[in-house]
C-alpha cells in the first residue's frame, strides 16, 4: 500500500471542473450530438470557462494592485501582464480548437 499515498483527492477547483465539464456533456447529449463529438467539446468549453475566470481575477488584480508590488511598480506589472498574456493564450488556443467542434455541431443539430 505504499502507492496509495502518492494518490491525493482532488481539489475543489479540479473536482468543479469536472463537474461542468460533465454537465456541458450531458446538455450535448441530451441536444443530440453524437458522442464522438460531445467529451471534446464540453472540455475546451470548461477550458474557456476557468481560464476566462482566471484571466478576470488576473485584471482584478491588476487593478487593485496598480503597479504597488513588493518588486517595484515596473516589476509587479510586468509580472502581472505576462500572466495576463499566458491566461489570453490558453483561452485562444481553445477558443480555436472549439471553433471548428462548434461548426460541426451547429452543422449536426440544424440538420
Avoid: C, W
Wanted: hydrophobic share 45%.
Amino acid at each position: 500500500m505504499a502507492h496509495a499515498k502518492l494518490i491525493r483527492k482532488p481539489t475543489a477547483a479540479v473536482t468543479d471542473y469536472f463537474s461542468t465539464m460533465k454537465q456541458i456533456e450531458a446538455v450535448l447529449k441530451q441536444a443530440g450530438l453524437p458522442g464522438s463529438q460531445t467529451s471534446l467539446l464540453a472540455m475546451h468549453l470548461a477550458e474557456i470557462e476557468e481560464a476566462s475566470k482566471r484571466y478576470a481575477d488576473l485584471l482584478d488584480s491588476l487593478r487593485a494592485d496598480g503597479g504597488h508590488g513588493a518588486n517595484g511598480a515596473n516589476d509587479s506589472v510586468l509580472d502581472e501582464l505576462v500572466e495576463i498574456q499566458v491566461a489570453v493564450e490558453h483561452i485562444v488556443a481553445h477558443a480555436k480548437a472549439v471553433s471548428k467542434l462548434l461548426d460541426k455541431s451547429i452543422d449536426v443539430l440544424d440538420n
